[in-house]
């Protein structure tokens, strides 16, 4: 017998072998809005989804003389795995009814049935499959997701390629041939000539920082994480070690506080520091005396590392600024540089679950802070 409902939009597939019953049970899911298709025989019920007829929820009984209850469920849901299934059994038989949820089944249901227990039943089972589909969609649009995002980074590896091999050349070409005229041809040339030759030297090789420090913003976005123990006191006693071999000159005055080990790519976190602590080095230039501290401090689950220096500082106002691609807070002629080091530090902190942020005064120096998950 199948009986069939016209206004929901969830149908229930009912399967019982006791013919009155199973009427019964369509009867009043069909007066509560279901669309509703009864069987008392479970290979018949069996046939009809073999032949693809879509149910949302299975309502079967326990025992039946074809096939019992817990079989039919595993049938029915090896061909539409989207289906949820409800068992019934009466009061002697509970053991067996939790045997079928262990078996996949969400609920189950005692005879004789009461409809204001039956239906919470129902809607539970309902709410249940609603939350796979949209959990499974939601997967399906991560995937989507991870393959256009895979597709992008080519293509930024694509430019890449193209921003070092196609824009340096020419580049190159501007600045040699500039540094030629200036050569070989200086007796030549004006004074006014010669100044705007420089002037064509100095641009082609600003250029050129900027798109290796481009390129390097690209590679430290895209490079791979490769968690792992790391020592912060010898990683930064590694860049001190080699700041000051740059500048063996400079009198700067360090103070190393406590840096423990912690979880991170090692080279990527190198990089943080190499990126701060030049900068330190860099703002204190006209500091006398020059000083730089390295530290760090447990706040909850997280490490905080900072790096603090007294030197030119900047204004807390354009603070939200600081971490954009080639954002300086200083003029060219004051401190060089393109203004992209530590937007390399902020994406790499980020990529490890962190964040950073600074606080300075203009004159005063500036302290970056930036968190590690413990």
Same mark, same amino acid.
């Given at each position: 017998?199948? #009986?069939?409902?016209?206004?929901?939009?969830?149908?229930?597939?009912?399967? %019982?072998?006791?013919?009155?019953?199973?009427?019964?049970?369509?009867?009043?899911?069909?007066?509560?809005? +279901?669309?509703?298709?009864? +069987?008392?025989?479970?290979?018949?019920?069996? =046939?009809?989804?073999?032949?693809?007829?879509?149910?949302?929820?299975?309502?079967?009984?326990?025992?039946?003389?074809?096939?019992?209850?817990?079989?039919?469920? /595993?049938?029915?849901?090896?061909?539409?795995?989207?289906?949820?299934?409800?068992?019934?059994?009466?009061?002697?038989?509970?053991?067996?009814? &939790?045997? #079928?949820?262990?078996?996949?089944? $969400?609920?189950? &249901?005692?005879?004789?049935?009461?409809?204001?227990?039956?239906?919470?039943?129902? %809607?539970?089972?309902?709410?249940?499959?609603?939350?796979? &589909?949209?959990?499974?969609?939601?997967?399906?649009?991560?995937?989507?997701?991870? #393959?256009?995002? =895979?597709?992008?980074? /080519?293509?930024?590896?694509?430019?890449? +390629?193209?921003?070092?091999?196609?824009?340096?050349?020419?580049?190159?070409?501007?600045?040699?041939?500039?540094?030629?005229?200036?050569?070989?041809?200086?007796?030549?040339?004006?004074?006014?000539?010669?100044?705007?030759?420089?002037?064509?030297?100095?641009?082609?090789?600003?250029?050129?920082?900027? &798109?290796? %420090?481009?390129?390097?913003?690209?590679?430290?976005?895209?490079?791979? $994480?490769?968690?792992?123990?790391?020592?912060?006191?010898?990683?930064? =006693?590694?860049?001190?070690?080699? $700041?000051?071999?740059?500048?063996?000159?400079?009198?700067?005055?360090? /103070?190393?506080?406590?840096?423990?080990? *912690?979880?991170?790519?090692?080279?990527?976190?190198?990089?943080?520091?190499?990126?701060?602590?030049?900068?330190?080095?860099?703002?204190?230039?006209?500091?006398?005396? @020059?000083?730089?501290?390295?530290?760090?401090?447990?706040?909850?689950?997280?490490?905080? *590392?900072?790096?603090?220096?007294?030197? #030119?500082?900047?204004?807390?106002?354009?603070?939200? /600024?600081?971490?954009?691609?080639?954002?300086?807070?200083?003029?060219?002629? =004051?401190? !060089?540089?393109?203004?992209?080091?530590?937007?390399?530090?902020?994406?790499?902190?980020?990529?490890?679950?962190?964040?950073?942020?600074?606080? @300075? !005064?203009?004159?005063?120096?500036?302290?970056?802070?930036?968190?590690?998950?413990?």
């Amino acid at each position: 017998m199948t #009986a069939t409902g016209s206004t929901a939009s969830e149908r229930l597939l009912v399967v %019982d072998d006791e013919s009155a019953q199973m009427k019964a049970l369509c009867h009043t899911l069909e007066q509560e809005g +279901y669309q509703v298709s009864g +069987y008392t025989s479970a290979l018949q019920a069996l =046939e009809v989804v073999g032949r693809g007829e879509r149910f949302d929820l299975l309502i079967t009984d326990l025992m039946m003389p074809e096939m019992d209850g817990i079989a039919l469920l /595993k049938e029915v849901r090896a061909r539409d795995d989207d289906l949820v299934g409800v068992v019934m059994t009466g009061h002697g038989s509970i053991g067996t009814a &939790i045997d #079928a949820m262990k078996a996949g089944a $969400l609920d189950y &249901i005692l005879k004789p049935f009461r409809l204001s227990t039956m239906l919470p039943v129902l %809607d539970r089972a309902l709410g249940v499959r609603r939350l796979r &589909i949209e959990n499974a969609e939601l997967q399906r649009s991560v995937q989507r997701h991870a #393959a256009e995002l =895979e597709v992008a980074n /080519k293509e930024l590896e694509a430019f890449s +390629y193209s921003v070092s091999h196609d824009l340096r050349a020419p580049l190159r070409a501007v600045t040699g041939f500039s540094q030629i005229l200036l050569e070989d041809h200086a007796a030549e040339l004006s004074e006014e000539a010669r100044r705007h030759l420089d002037t064509v030297a100095g641009s082609a090789q600003r250029m050129e920082h900027l &798109i290796a %420090d481009l390129l390097e913003f690209s590679r430290f976005s895209r490079q791979p $994480l490769s968690k792992q123990p790391v020592s912060l006191s010898g990683l930064v =006693e590694a860049v001190l070690a080699e $700041l000051r071999q740059a500048q063996p000159e400079r009198e700067v005055q360090l /103070k190393i506080g406590e840096l423990p080990q *912690c979880s991170a790519d090692p080279s990527l976190l190198r990089q943080v520091y190499t990126n701060l602590l030049s900068n330190a080095f860099k703002f204190t230039g006209h500091s006398k005396p @020059a000083q730089i501290e390295v530290g760090s401090r447990m706040e909850g689950n997280d490490l905080v *590392c900072f790096v603090r220096d007294n030197g #030119a500082g900047f204004d807390m106002k354009y603070a939200e /600024k600081l971490f954009g691609v080639f954002q300086r807070m200083h003029r060219a002629e =004051e401190f !060089e540089g393109t203004g992209i080091g530590l937007s390399i530090v902020h994406r790499i902190v980020h990529r490890h679950g962190g964040r950073i942020w600074a606080e @300075a !005064e203009s004159g005063k120096g500036a302290a970056f802070y930036f968190t590690l998950p413990k």
